[in-house]
């Protein structure tokens, strides 16, 4: 499975308009000093909600919300300390081929949609229970943080749908139907959906992962990329046995 939008608008349910949750390996710190990170192009994808609730992929649109999250990577990041490094491009790091980016990205895809399926849609692994965060990008990330010489690698999915005007005007429809008695189904104008993980390059473990659901904002712009980033990235919580450490 692709894309996750689909499975968590029918299987989450909000109590809000913005949801997220973290989870983190049980002995998580989160970084702080003198590390080196990579944050890695971001895997995006934005398209138009059809009337018939199908989305249509956009390419244009894409692209516009990659820019403006690179950005706000790029700013929320740079508070944040640490050695940090923006891939913006598969072929921007000399003595990487561009070949291994995409491999690690489509490895990273593969296992992020596992934990989203396992931790987050009610379907948990029974050899995984209480163990925090249990997953890793094995040998390849490893491999790769020896080659660059990071410490850390910060992945970011994120997919957002935006109704069509036939969309909206269904919603409405629905909406005024509800005053005489007949209210059509939740049709919605869109929703974003998005994860970001990091990855222990030493050991290739995902040591920390967050999940966002909203139906709020528009990652086309600058203001709307910037609060995805911040509601994802903007706290990160130190695993259990930490927490009860202190």
Not at 72 to 81: C, D, E, N, P, Y
Request: charged share 20%.
């Amino acid at each position: 499975m692709r894309r996750l939008g689909i499975a968590l608008v029918l299987a989450v349910s909000l109590s809000a308009c913005v949801q997220t949750k973290q989870y983190a390996d049980l002995q998580f710190t989160p970084p702080s000093g003198d590390y080196d990170l990579i944050v890695m192009r971001p895997d995006v994808s934005v398209g138009s909600l059809r009337t018939g609730g199908l989305v249509e992929p956009r390419a244009d649109w894409t692209e516009q919300a990659r820019g403006h999250l690179i950005e706000a990577l790029k700013a929320q990041q740079g508070s944040r300390g640490g050695n940090v490094r923006i891939l913006e491009t598969r072929d921007g790091l000399d003595g990487v081929d561009p070949d291994t980016i995409a491999q690690l990205e489509r490895l990273h895809n593969a296992v992020g949609n596992s934990i989203a399926i396992h931790k987050y849609l009610g379907a948990t692994l029974p050899n995984k229970r209480k163990k925090g965060l249990d997953y890793t990008l094995g040998q390849q990330a490893v491999s790769f943080g020896e080659a660059t010489g990071y410490d850390y690698a910060l992945f970011m999915y994120a997919e957002d749908s935006i109704a069509s005007t036939g969309r909206v005007l269904l919603n409405v429809a629905g909406v005024a139907g509800c005053f005489i008695g007949f209210c059509a189904p939740g049709v919605g104008f869109g929703r974003q959906t998005a994860y970001a993980s990091l990855v222990d390059l030493k050991t290739g473990e995902v040591v920390w992962f967050n999940l966002l659901v909203s139906q709020q904002g528009d990652i086309r712009t600058q203001d709307g990329a910037a609060k995805m980033v911040e509601r994802l990235l903007g706290r990160m919580k130190p695993g259990k046995a930490i927490k009860d450490a202190q």
